[in-house]
C-alpha cells in the first residue's frame, strides 16, 4: 500500500498543526537579498541562543545566484535539542521582499505567525498576505542607516533575538565572537543590535522560549548545562572519520560535500594526515584505494553525481577487498538534479549500484551528532572488515548547522586485521571462517601479494575457476553477514503492533510527529535503521517482534527503502510506505497526518 | 566549416535567448556571451544549425542564455558528448563551452582525445583559475601558491597549460582571447568556427567573486607579438615560453578533420545477410 | 593600458580616423548602441540580483544612450545601422562611451552607477576632442567638435545628478554573509 503524495499534494503546503502545537520550540526565519546578511543574522542567532542555554539548528536556502541571490536562515530554538524544522514558522523577519515568493512552501506562515517587514521595501507580497499572519511594519532600512556604520542583519538579530527572549549579554556576546573587522564597526553593530531588542518590545504575538525565572538561575543553566557543539553535519562527519583514525582523504569539489572536505584539509595536517585535490571523481576513488592498500585508512566525500562515477572504484575494493569509506551527502537527483537541497534517493544506489555481487557496507546517520559517531563507526567497520563503506549523508544534515550535547565518544580506533612478516603459506585471500583474512601492508616482509580486481585464488593469483570464484564470493559476503554489529545498527524505540522504519535525516521528523502522537495516546513503535547493507533478517525480526504492520518513511520519490526492505526482507503485514521527494523537507505535521491515517486503518 | 547561410545577415541578437544569466555582476563571462553570440552572427549560421554542449559549473550555464539547441551535460564530459553529436550530425554546427574546472580537470582526458580526433568542433574555455560554483577551490589553471581551504598554502602543483598541450595532442586551431575585449573575441571564435577541425579558444575571462585580483589581467593581456603561424614546431617553442596573457590566433593547422563520420549508406541493410548465409554444397567441394 | 599596446595604437591613429561625414556619423552611432547594449546588459545582471534601485537607473541609461543613437539613425537618414571599420576606437578596446564590464559590483549604489556613466561621457568628450584635432576633412571636424560640446553637456548633467545622489558610505561593498552553492 502505498501512501505517495501527489504533485498537488506538493504544491502547497500540508494540512499545517499550528507552530505552537510544538509549545516549547520556536521557529524564526529571517530572509533578505543583496547583501542584507541573512545568513550571518540566523548564524549568531543560533550562537547567541547556545550561549543562553539552549539548543537550535539552522537551515539555509537561496537562490540561484551566487552572490547577492535572496536568502533566507530558517533557525528553530528549543530548550532541549531540535533535529528537524517544525512545520511552520512563528516568526518571519523580512529585510527586504524581493523573490521571497520563492521560499513560500518552505516558511509556512500561520494566523498564529508575526511578520516583521520593512514598509519602505515595498507592501506585504498577496503570498504572505494571504497566510493570515499578523504584519509588523518597522522600519528596518532607516532604523540601519541612522546607526552609521552598522549592517541591518544585526538589527535583524536583536529583534529576533530579543523576541525569542535571549538575554541580551548572548546575542551580544555571539556578536563579539564572531567579530573581525576592526573597533568602530563592531560599536556601531553594537547599537544596532540594541537598537534590534529594543524595538522588540512593541511587537506582540511571539512566545519567547522559556526563560528561567532569574539572571542567577540563567546563569547556572549555563554553567551547569553539559558540554555542547554548534557545528554542521558535514563537520561531524569529516571530525567522525578523523575519530575513526583516517589519515588520508582524496577530494574533488562537489556540491554538497565540499565543506567536509575543507573542513578536513587543515584538520589532517594537524593529525599528521594528508589530503589530496584530485582532478575527478574517479581519481578521488582509486587514490583512496592506493592509499588503503598501503595501509592508511582512507575517505573521500561526494555526491550522488560522484557517487556514480566512483562506483567502478567501489567495486574494486569489494574484489581487492580494501577498505575504504565513500561518504555521500545525497541531494535531489537523478542526475545533476537540485544540487542545493536534500533528498534521500541515493539508497537504491548505494546497496545496490554495483556490477557483479558485490556486497558491501552502507550507513546511514541519523541526525548531525549521529554524523560523527556512525562515520567514526563506517571506518571501524570498513578496517576490521576489509571491505568498502558507503556512508549516506545528506544535503540537510550536511550543511545545516546544530547545537548538540557533546556526542559520547564511540569505544574504539579502527584496527585492520594484518599479517605479520614472514607468515609460513600467507595467503592474502584465504578462506577463514568469519571471512576475513590478514592483510599484508607493504612494507612488511615475507607477505609480499599483488592485490587484484580480477577473481583470484586464496593466495591472490587470479583465477577463472569455479571453485575459487565461490570460495572467495561467498568469504566477501560472509565477512560482512557474520560481524557482530551490536545494537547500533539500529535504533529501536517505543512500543506497540505498528512500526515505521525509517533511516537517515527523516527520523528526526518522524520522532517528532511519533511523539506528538504519543502525547495523544497513539503509541507507534519506531526503527531507525543505522546499518542499511549487508540485511540481516534475524535482526529486523527481533526488532519488530510482535509488530503485525510497519510504515516504511522516506523523502524520494521511488520509495526506495521500501522497496529495498521488501527485497531483502520479510515484513510483517502488508507493508506501507510514505515516500515524497526533495526539496521541501519531512515535517512532523504531515508525517503524523500519516501515520495515524495509515495506523488507523 | 560549414557552409555560410545565403540569407539577410542576422545580429548577435538572434542568438540571445530571453533568460538572464545569474553569473555575478562584473564577470567575464557575461562578455564571453556577447562575443559568442557576435561570432556566430558573423558566421551567420541560423541559430536552429547550432547546439552550444556544456559541462558543469558557472560557464557552463551558457546554453540557456543563447537562442541555439543546447545540452547542460555532467561535469567534464561536454567534449565526449559533443563529439557524438558532431559525428551523428556532421551538418549542426557545434560549439562546446566550459570552464577550466570542467574542461582540464575532470575533462582532462576527454580534452587529449577532442584534440588528437580533430572532430570539426569549436571549444571554448572560460578560464578564470578557480573553480567558481562550488566556493573557491583551485583548478588546474591556478597559480601553485594560490591559498584556499582545500588546499592551505597552495597546491604546489604545476600550472597547466592548455594551449601547450592542445598543440601536442593535435588541436587544428589555437587562440587565446580575453573577456576584456568582448569584439576581438568575437573575432577570434568566429575564426575559430570557420576554421576546419578541432579549434580551441582558451578566454581569460576573470571571477569577480573569488578572484577579484584578476581585474589586473587588463594590464596584462596583451596581442600577441607574432602573427599566428601554421608550423607545429614554430608554435611549440612559443608556446612554451608563453606567459599566459598574449592574445590572438596562435596557430592554425591544416590537419585532416576526423574521416570516420557518417556517409551516405553504401548498400541495403539486408546485403548484410550475405554475411550469415550458409552455402549449399558446390559440386567441386566434394570431391567425386 | 600597457606599453604594447599604446605602440600597436600610434600605428593605427592615422588609419583610425573617419574620412568622411558619414563614415563619422557610422562611429557615433555605435558608440551609442554600444553603450546602450552594456548599460541594458548591466540593468538585467543588477536586477538578477534584487539591487533593483540600480537596474533602474542602468535601464534608464539604457533608454538614453538608445534614443541618442535613433537621433543619429533620424538625423542621417539610416534605417539600418552602417558598419564600422573594426577597431575603431583609437587607442581603447571599446567604445569610450560603453561602460567597462567589470566596473558593477552586486551591491553597487546609485552614486556609483552615475559615476561610472560620469567616467563613460567624460572619456566620449575627449575622444571627440582627439578626432576633432586629428581629422583632416572639416565636415568630420565640425562633427566632432558638435559632438564633443553635446558630450560636455552630458557630463555636466550627469554631474548635477550625482550632487543629488547620496554618496556611498565606507563599507558600502560589504556583504556579512559568504558566496552560496548553486551547482
Known amino acids: 500500500m502505498m501512501l505517495a503524495t501527489t504533485q498537488e499534494q506538493e504544491a502547497r503546503p500540508r494540512a499545517i498543526v499550528p507552530a505552537h502545537a510544538d509549545a516549547t520550540s520556536l521557529s524564526i526565519a529571517v530572509a533578505g537579498s543583496g547583501g542584507s546578511g541573512v545568513m550571518t543574522a540566523g548564524s549568531l542567532l543560533l550562537e547567541a541562543a547556545g550561549k543562553a542555554g539552549f539548543y537550535g539548528l539552522m537551515v539555509r536556502t537561496s537562490g540561484p545566484q551566487i552572490r547577492g541571490g535572496e536568502a533566507a536562515a530558517l533557525v528553530r530554538l528549543a530548550p532541549r535539542p531540535v533535529n528537524s524544522l517544525d512545520d511552520g514558522f512563528d516568526l518571519l523577519i523580512a529585510i527586504d521582499w524581493l523573490n521571497l515568493h520563492r521560499f513560500a512552501d518552505e516558511i509556512a506562515l500561520t494566523p498564529a505567525s508575526v511578520i516583521v517587514g520593512d514598509p519602505d521595501a515595498g507592501d506585504l507580497p498577496e503570498a504572505l498576505r494571504a497566510c493570515g499572519a499578523r504584519y509588523v511594519p518597522l522600519p528596518l532600512k532607516k532604523m540601519a542607516k541612522a546607526i552609521p556604520g552598522s549592517w541591518i542583519n544585526m538589527l535583524a538579530l536583536g529583534l529576533a533575538g530579543a523576541l525569542a527572549g535571549l538575554p541580551e549579554r548572548a546575542l551580544e556576546a555571539a556578536l563579539r565572537a564572531s567579530w573581525t573587522r576592526g573597533e568602530a564597526g563592531l560599536e556601531a553593530n553594537l547599537t544596532a543590535l540594541r537598537a534590534g531588542i529594543a524595538a522588540a518590545t512593541g511587537i506582540e504575538g511571539v512566545r519567547p522560549l522559556a526563560r528561567a525565572a532569574s539572571r542567577s538561575d540563567a546563569d547556572a543553566a549555563v554553567r551547569d548545562s553539559p558540554a555542547r557543539w554548534l557545528l554542521s553535519g558535514n563537520e561531524a562527519a569529516g571530525y567522525g572519520a578523523l575519530r575513526g583514525g583516517v589519515r588520508f582523504v582524496a577530494a574533488y569539489p562537489i556540491t554538497p560535500a565540499t565543506e567536509m572536505l575543507e573542513w578536513m584539509a587543515p584538520a589532517l595536517a594537524k593529525v599528521g594526515g594528508a589530503l589530496v585535490q584530485a582532478e575527478d571523481e574517479l581519481a578521488s576513488v582509486n587514490m583512496i584505494i592506493g592509499a588503503s592498500y598501503g595501509g592508511v585508512p582512507s575517505l573521500t566525500a561526494t555526491a550522488g553525481p560522484g557517487l556514480a562515477l566512483m562506483t567502478e572504484g567501489i567495486g574494486l575494493a569489494v574484489a581487492a577487498e580494501v577498505p575504504i569509506v565513500v561518504v ?165 524505540e517505543g512500543e506497540g503492533e505498528a512500526a515505521v522504519i525509517t533511516f537517515g535525516s527523516a527520523a528526526a521528523p518522524v520522532r517528532e510527529a511519533l511523539a506528538r502522537l504519543a502525547a495523544r495516546g497513539v503509541n507507534v513503535r519506531l526503527l531507525v535503521v543505522r546499518l542499511l547493507a549487508p540485511a540481516r533478517p534475524e535482526h529486523l525480526d527481533r526488532a519488530l517482534d510482535g509488530v503485525t504492520r510497519v510504515l516504511v518513511v522516506e523523502q524520494n520519490h521511488g520509495a526506495q527503502f521500501y522497496r529495498y526492505l521488501r527485497s531483502v526482507y520479510d515484513l510483517p503485514g502488508k507493508p506501507a510506505s510514505f515516500h515524497r521527494p526533495g526539496p521541501l523537507p519531512l515535517r512532523p505535521a504531515e508525517l503524523a497526518d500519516a501515520i495515524l491515517a495509515w495506523r488507523g486503518a | 566549416m560549414n557552409d555560410v547561410a545565403v540569407c539577410a545577415p542576422r545580429t548577435a541578437q538572434t542568438y540571445k535567448s530571453s533568460y538572464k544569466p545569474i553569473w555575478c555582476p562584473g564577470c567575464g563571462d557575461y562578455s564571453v556571451l556577447s562575443s559568442v553570440t557576435k561570432a556566430l552572427a558573423k558566421v551567420n549560421v541560423a541559430p536552429e544549425e547550432v547546439v552550444v554542449v556544456s559541462g558543469i559549473g558557472c560557464s557552463s550555464r551558457i546554453p540557456a542564455y543563447t537562442n541555439c539547441y543546447g545540452f547542460h551535460g555532467v561535469h567534464g564530459r561536454a567534449l565526449a558528448a559533443a563529439t557524438g553529436l558532431k559525428v551523428a550530425r556532421p551538418e549542426l554546427t557545434v560549439l562546446v563551452a566550459g570552464g577550466d574546472g570542467d574542461g582540464y580537470s575532470i575533462g582532462g582526458n576527454h580534452f587529449l582525445h577532442a584534440c588528437r580526433r580533430n572532430v570539426d568542433l569549436t571549444y571554448i574555455v572560460m578560464d578564470n583559475h578557480v573553480y567558481g560554483m562550488t566556493k573557491g577551490q583551485p583548478s588546474p589553471t591556478t597559480e601553485p601558491d594560490w591559498d584556499s581551504k582545500l588546499a592551505p598554502g597552495g597546491t604546489g602543483m604545476r600550472v597547466f597549460h592548455p594551449l601547450v598541450i592542445a598543440l601536442a595532442a593535435g588541436a587544428n586551431f589555437i587562440a587565446r582571447a580575453f573577456s576584456g575585449d568582448p569584439n576581438g573575441t568575437a573575432e577570434i571564435i568566429a575564426q575559430a568556427i570557420l576554421h576546419p577541425g578541432f579549434s580551441f579558444v582558451e578566454i581569460l575571462s576573470p571571477c569577480v567573486t573569488f578572484r577579484p585580483e584578476q581585474r589586473e589581467w587588463k594590464e596584462l593581456a596583451r596581442p600577441a607579438p607574432v602573427a599566428p603561424t601554421t608550423d607545429a614546431a614554430r608554435a611549440a617553442r612559443r608556446l612554451m615560453s608563453d606567459d599566459g596573457f598574449n592574445i590572438g590566433v596562435l596557430f592554425e593547422g591544416d590537419r585532416p578533420t576526423y574521416a570516420h563520420g557518417r556517409t551516405s549508406p553504401r548498400c541495403e541493410l539486408a546485403d548484410l545477410e550475405n554475411d550469415f548465409v550458409l552455402a549449399g554444397v558446390d559440386t567441386e567441394e566434394v570431391p567425386a | 593600458m600597457n606599453a604594447a599596446m599604446e605602440v600597436r595604437s600610434a600605428h593605427v591613429e592615422q588609419e583610425g580616423v573617419p574620412k568622411t561625414l558619414a563614415e563619422f556619423m557610422a562611429l557615433a552611432l555605435a558608440m551609442e548602441r554600444e553603450a546602450a547594449q552594456r548599460y541594458a546588459e548591466f540593468g538585467d545582471a543588477m536586477e538578477t540580483h534584487n539591487n533593483v534601485e540600480v537596474a533602474e537607473l542602468f535601464r534608464r541609461m539604457a533608454t538614453i544612450e538608445a534614443g541618442h543613437a535613433q537621433a543619429i539613425m533620424t538625423q542621417m537618414g539610416w534605417r539600418d545601422p552602417p558598419a564600422v571599420a573594426s577597431d575603431p576606437w583609437l587607442d581603447a578596446i571599446e567604445g569610450p562611451e560603453t561602460p567597462r564590464g567589470d566596473d558593477v559590483h552586486y551591491l553597487m549604489q546609485p552614486w556609483h552607477a552615475l559615476a561610472i556613466a560620469l567616467a563613460c561621457e567624460e572619456r566620449a568628450e575627449r575622444f571627440y576632442e582627439r578626432l576633432a584635432a586629428m581629422a583632416n576633412e572639416p565636415a568630420v571636424r565640425d562633427a566632432a567638435r558638435e559632438l564633443q560640446r553635446e558630450e560636455h553637456e552630458h557630463v555636466a548633467l550627469v554631474r548635477r545628478w550625482m550632487d543629488k545622489v547620496e554618496k556611498p558610505a565606507e563599507g558600502w561593498g560589504v556583504d556579512p554573509d559568504p558566496p552560496r552553492y548553486t551547482d
Open chain 1, 328 to 492: 555521500d551527502v545525497m541531494r535531489g537527483g537523478p542526475s545533476t538534479g537540485i544540487p542545493a537541497k536534500s533528498e534521500q534517493s541515493d539508497l537504491s544506489f548505494a546497496v545496490g549500484g554495483l556490477h557483479g555481487d558485490a556486497p558491501r557496507l552502507v550507513l546511514a546517520p541519523a541526525s548531525i551528532a549521529d554524523c560523527v559517531a556512525t562515520t567514526q563507526w563506517a571506518v571501524q567497520l570498513a578496517e576490521a572488515l576489509q571491505a568498502p563503506a558507503i556512508v549516506l549523508s545528506d544535503q540537510f544534515l550536511g550543511q545545516s548547522r546544530a547545537i548538540l550535547d557533546v556526542p559520547p565518544q564511540r569505544a574504539g580506533v579502527a584496527r585492520r586485521l594484518t599479517a605479520a612478516a614472514n607468515v609460513p603459506d600467507y595467503k592474502r585471500y584465504r578462506d577463514t571462517e568469519n571471512g576475513v583474512s590478514p592483510m599484508a601492508i607493504p612494507g612488511t616482509p615475507g607477505v609480499v601479494y599483488t592485490a587484484d580486481g580480477l577473481e583470484h585464488t586464496e593466495a591472490a593469483i587470479p583465477s577463472s575457476q569455479a571453485r575459487d570464484h565461490r570460495v572467495q564470493l561467498d568469504k566477501r559476503q560472509r565477512k560482512l553477514v557474520m560481524h557482530d554489529y551490536g545494537a547500533a545498527w539500529a535504533d529501536v
